[in-house]
Structures are given as C-alpha cells and as structure tokens.
C-alpha cells in the first residue's frame, strides 16, 4: 500500500494496515502479549519479547513511515522518550545547536539530564539561517530544530539549515509536532529525522502519550532501534491500536484545525484587547512567505498576547468555556495554556525573558468544534473581565 500511492488521506486510512493473517479481520488486532512462543529455542516465528517488537506495534511504525515518506520509523512511549533516544547517539564531548524557543520538556532533558555526561547545547535563534553559520563548532554533531516553535510559532528554514548543516557534516533533527505530517514534510527537505509527539495531532483525542522517529537511513535506524530496545520505552499494544485508529483521519482532522485556526486567528485580530496575534498562516507573521513555501497548511495553533497582569490573564482564561485550561495540544477539542507557568515554566529565567515568554502570552490549540463557538467565547470571557 504504501508504495501504491503518496496521497496522505490515503495513507492514513490504510498504509501499515493488512488484514489480519487469521481471521481476516479489517482492523489490526491488539496483539496484548509480552512474549511469544518458540517451537525451537533461539529460533521464534517473527517476535520473540514485548520489548523488541509487537505486531500491533509493527502496523503503526508502517504507517507511521508512510505519512512522513520515510523508509523506517520507530514508536516509542512518549514523545520525550523519544527525544531521549535521539540524544542517546551522542558521545561525550559533542556539541549540539538547539534552536531557542524548544519545547520547555525537551529544553529541560538537554539542560538537566544530558549536559551533565559533556555534552554542550547551544540554544539560538535559528530563524534567520544564515546567523546560525557562525555557531557551529569543531565538535558541532546536531542541529535541533523545532518548527513551528513552541509556544512563539517560529518558523525555521529546513533546506537552508539542512544544506548548512551537511556541509559540516552534522545531522539534522527536526521536531515536526506542530505542523504535523499532514503539513510538512521535513525528510523531503533535507532533514536526517524527524520527531513527533504522537501525544498531540497525531493521536489527536487527548487519550495518548506516545513519539517517534522517522527517518532513511539503514545504520541510523538500527542504532536507534538498538537503543530502544536497550532501554525499553516501547509503546504498549492498546496505545499503537488506538493511535492507528487516530491515524486514519488525520488528514481531514488537520483541515478542520487549520481552517478553525485561519478564521479564529482573523477574528482575534481585531480584537484590541490582544495586542500580538501570532499564526504563520497571519500574513503579519514574520515568516509568512517561508511557512507558504515550506509547509502545506499553518496547522492549528495560534498564541497571542492578552493586556494587562497576571490576574487579568488568569481571569479571563477561567472565564473561557469552550476552551479548557490544559497542557498539550493538537486533540479534537479546543485548548488554552499559559506557557510561563505550565508547559514552559521549566526554561531558565532569563531565556524566557528574552523570547517574550511572559505573563501575557497565552497558546490555543484550536480544536474542531464550529470556529464561531470559539470566537465568541472569546468575546464572552473578554466582557467578563
Ligand atoms: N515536542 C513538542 C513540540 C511538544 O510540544 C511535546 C510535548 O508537549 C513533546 C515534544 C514531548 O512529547 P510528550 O509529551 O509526548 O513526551
């Protein structure tokens, strides 16, 4: 199937899919096992423990793939622990360039856990390409690129920074959560792999933790496959079910968050009591002509900056009632957070300070409820304050 077409809604609903061997069955069973049986020692059929592979699990790593034109993927429990696995392959000494407004969780697993076996990350504004050319180092062994950024919606330049980064010989991660599969494709880019939190559009229901890596090339995805398996943050059987049945509309999900976020940004734009509207899609984005050449659509989030203090902003976010109050993003239902003092509350101080992560900034993730409920609950908690 996945050599058949490289139309996306196609591929949601059935690359990675088979009828089932046994029965025939249409959807992929839940092969809830942890190991299996060997009718001659050191010789199993196809898996031989939970840890190293599952067959549910095998049907979503094919589909996976497919959606990001990837020769191989790899699932993982969580979409840190799938960034854990990627930092895995460096070695002491090495040097890394992270672009600075990463998500707080991947931040904090660089900052805390991984600076402290000698490896040193930079953590630089990597929307103008061409500045980054100066950062690289001797030991320079990845550049971490996450774009659209979260929570500012940065947009990164892909084929610039890859072009660059291969010329040093230095591999290229980018974190394509945000716009998800259905709207970038980082691979046909130049990006040596790519990472989604499978928690967000991917899974798309709020009922998920889950990542993973997609990428081409053979030796990587063994080493990454070896770590996996040597450290075990496997995704379980009912998970890679469930997200398998996610995947298949994820392609008109994607259109109903990008058109709901299109017209609820419009519509906030107008609204003074916002002072900055920020969605790639807006053409007063910074990047707005490379998020039209770089991406197929401006996905779903849109954050902005509310007046006044923090007691004005918490009001008016308790005041919602459409949206929920809640961390993550990208699930059928509409979200608001507020990243300085939930998902981004663990950046350092003074970064925070400097990429305008205060008090007044605030992140939707715009669901697919009717984009006019949402706009005017907007309006109703604004005449609340
Ligand atoms: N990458 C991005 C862009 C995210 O927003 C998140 C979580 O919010 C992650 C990675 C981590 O994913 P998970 O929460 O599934 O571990």
């Known amino acids: 199937m996945t050599k058949l077409t490289d139309k996306q809604a196609t591929l949601c609903v059935h690359a990675g899919v088979t009828p089932d061997a046994t029965h025939q069955a249409i959807m ?138 291969h010329a040093a010989g230095v591999m290229v991660v980018v974190d394509n959560t945000f716009a998800s599969p259905i709207f970038q494709s980082p691979l046909q880019l130049g990006a040596d792999v790519v990472l989604h939190s499978l928690t967000k559009y991917i899974g798309g229901h709020s009922d998920i933790i889950g990542g993973a890596l997609m990428l081409n090339d053979q030796d990587l995805h063994e080493r990454l496959r070896f770590i996996q398996f040597a450290a075990g943050a496997v995704n379980a059987p009912m998970d890679c079910f469930l997200l398998l049945r996610s995947i298949k509309t994820l392609a008109i999900r994607m259109q109903a968050h990008q058109h709901n976020a299109m017209n609820f940004a419009l519509a906030l734009q107008d609204m003074p009591a916002f002072s900055e509207v920020i969605y790639p899609g807006l053409a007063s984005h910074p990047q707005h002509e490379l998020a039209r050449r770089q991406m197929r659509g401006f996905s779903g989030i849109v954050s902005v900056r509310l007046e006044g203090d923090f007691a004005r902003v918490a009001r008016f976010m308790q005041a919602l009632q459409v949206f929920s109050l809640a961390e993550s993003l990208g699930g059928v239902e509409s979200l608001i957070n507020h990243p300085e003092t939930m998902t981004h509350a663990s950046v350092p101080e003074p970064l925070r300070q400097k990429l305008g992560i205060d008090s007044n900034l605030l992140r939707f993730s715009v669901g697919i409820e009717d984009v006019e409920d949402l706009i005017s609950d907007v309006s109703q908690a604004l005449a609340s304050l």
Not at 49 to 76: K, M, Q, V, W
Not at 99 to 120: K, N, T
Request: charged share 20%; glycine share 6%.
């Open 28 to 165: 992929t069973p839940i092969y809830q096992t942890s190991t299996y049986v060997q009718d001659f020692p050191g010789q199993p059929k196809t898996h031989d423990y939970g840890r190293a592979g599952n067959p549910t699990r095998d049907a979503l790593e094919l589909s996976l793939a497919a959606l990001e034109g990837a020769d191989h993927s790899i699932s993982f429990a969580s979409g840190l622990a799938a960034v854990q696995a990627v930092a895995q392959l460096l070695k002491p000494g090495s040097h890394v360039l992270v672009c600075d407004d990463v998500y707080g969780g991947s931040g904090r697993l660089f900052r805390e856990l991984f600076a402290q076996y000698d490896i040193e990350f930079d953590f630089v504004d990597m929307t103008t390409a061409a500045d980054l050319q100066a950062c690289f180092k001797p030991n320079t062994r990845m550049v971490w690129v996450e774009t659209p950024t979260n929570p500012l919606l940065k947009v990164i330049d892909i084929a610039a920074i890859s072009e660059m980064a």
